[in-house]
């Protein structure tokens, strides 16, 4: 339904995106390319010999997601470094564990390498062990020559619109906890899937993983490590169609390729775009990747073989809208205090295209689910990191946190939550190799001894009464989830309580 009337412009904010994978790029080195690595390699050698004059330099890590262990990675290059990694929960591997599609196990294929990290003779994993509540940022400095703060964004953006609170409001982040088993996961009675119309905002990698896992056939998915709740739910889901929602256009998705194709391809689900957003897309001057993005957005709208989703031959619809934002998520008069509807404002291109503005023109779209996916933010744990909260990252150079030496940052809490897995991966190693490059200059002096663990472990976690969980433990954890999922013929059962995977660690 649509209608004109006077408004308000309201900043609806937030990045439709993700933090999942892109497709596979396979270059041939140029000669200059080949030059510069083996220049790069010379510089490295060079470093670690400069290096190995100083006697083991202690650095940790806090936060063992991909940015903590590329990030140890790297400063393991060296080897008079030691490097301890810090993680609040229990188990590592944060977002690869816990963010990864069920669905997408070859995703977490990076596990095997962040394994190989933690097995290093100089490398020490402490899990259960929280900053700012545990142990503070001052503490970490007088026990380590440098620490590398790589703790993510463990937050959902916010709309800020009237309704935002409704039940069944739910941000992507608390759907996909609840799919993946993460111990602060909502559970199903915070969730009904009993409305047969599903809105999702957001038009990045997470999008899509939510609207592929609420249409996939359950043979699809019963076999991935899925909680037991989720799959339960799932199965007696009245959901049938599924709407994404970006502000913006066609030619400013998030999403990847890789992920509207298996989206497109999902059995007895029809993939739906409307006509009238792609007037005027020319792909002629487009770069190679969003080219054939746009492509086969086109060629599946060309391939629609009805103009209306009545009578849809298909069982479930994934429907695409462009140019739409929410404006408020308006109370089920006939379910009190639950979602019904969703307020649109239709919005328009300035900017050349950077910029969604309202027209005056707004659409009633009728659904009892709104899962928003609009980007993650990190927080501040410890009032000694300088936090800029306007852009939700430690402020930093190039890794390097400001006003504190011997501080770094790597991953979404020095960039933002934006990237693919491999964005995380260069970030870490620059950040890393700038460490390494401080140690080499003197600006960190590893010649002062530091106690490191021994001070973290001994002087303030036995004190406080807090036991940590080492890497052995984790992997005595992951046995007995692979050996409980291979009695229900699935690839893992996760764990799901930090008192049940302590359990299991100490037992």
Known sequence: MLFRRSFVVRSVGGTFGGYHKGPSLVVMPSQAAIALSISSSNHQQSLAKSITTQANIKVCVIGAGAAGFYTAQHILKSPNTVVDIYESLPVPFGLVRYGVAPDHPEVKNCINTFTQVAKNPRCNYFGNVKLGADVGLREFREAYHAVVLTYGADNERQLNVPGEKLKNVISARQLVNWYNGHPSRITSTDISLETEHCVVIGHGNVALDIARILLSPLDKIKATD??????EALS????????????????????????????????????????????????????????????LMLKTLNEQRTSSLDGCPKTKVCELKFFRSPLEFIEDLRAEGCVGSILLSINKLED?????????????????????????????????????????????????VTGLPGVYCSGWVKTGPIGVIVSTMNSSFETGSNLLSDINKGAIDGTVSKPGRNFIVNDILKKKGVRHVTFDQWERIAAYEAEMGAKKNKLADKVLSVQKMLEIAWS
């Open 236 to 295: 007696h889901s009245r959901v049938k169609r599924v709407t994404l929602i970006g502000r913006r256009g066609p030619m400013q998705v998030a999403f990847t390729i890789k992920e509207f194709r298996e989206l497109i391809k999902l059995p007895q689900t029809l993939p739906y775009l409307h006509r009238e957003d792609f007037k005027g897309i020319d792909t002629s001057k487009l770069e190679r990747p969003r080219k054939r993005l746009t492509e």
């Open 226 to 231: 899925i909680t037991e709740e989720a799959l």
């Open 352 to 400: 050349g295209g950077r910029i969604a503005v309202p027209t005056g023109m707004e659409e009633i779209l009728p659904t009892g689910l709104v899962l928003k996916s609009v980007g993650y933010s990190s927080s501040c744990p410890d009032d000694a990191i300088p936090f800029d909260g306007r852009k939700g990252i430690i402020a930093n150079e190039a890794g390097r």
